[in-house]
Nanobody, 125 residues
């Protein structure tokens, strides 16, 4: 599976961005598809995921109610809609594919087999 992330950019606090992750090689329904982010000087952290098995979505607490992960089978693309952005959302965002489906596994970046190249989101306060 090859993943291509896009959609990052600069936005003022309170604004919105939509990230895209285009997959090739296998259908996104075959994997749980997640988003992680890495701020400067920090480790990569879980943001959101859609489980392939039951299609449930999970979010880290800091983005609940603001971010929405979705999947479009026709285009084999996963999206992360980000609203009400805050300065602390500034990071490089990565999409990833995992063969796991449980929440405890999907919040760990070690459980993902494939990664996109990352797209930078900068939120200005």
């Amino acid at each position: 599976v090859q993943l291509q992330a896009s959609g990052g950019g600069w936005v003022q606090a309170g604004g919105s961005l939509r990230l895209s992750c285009a997959a090739s090689g296998r259908a996104v329904e075959s994997y749980s598809m997640g988003w992680f982010r890495q701020a400067p000087g920090e480790e990569r952290k879980f943001v959101a995921v859609k489980s392939y098995r039951d299609r449930r979505t999970y979010y880290t607490d800091s983005v609940k109610g603001r971010f929405t992960i979705s999947r479009d089978s026709a285009s084999n693309t996963v999206y992360l809609q980000m609203n009400s952005l805050k300065a602390e959302d500034t990071a490089v965002y990565y999409c990833a594919a995992s063969p796991y489906y449980s929440y405890s596994d999907l919040t760990s970046n070690y459980k993902y087999d494939y990664w996109g190249q990352g797209t930078l989101v900068t939120v200005s306060s």
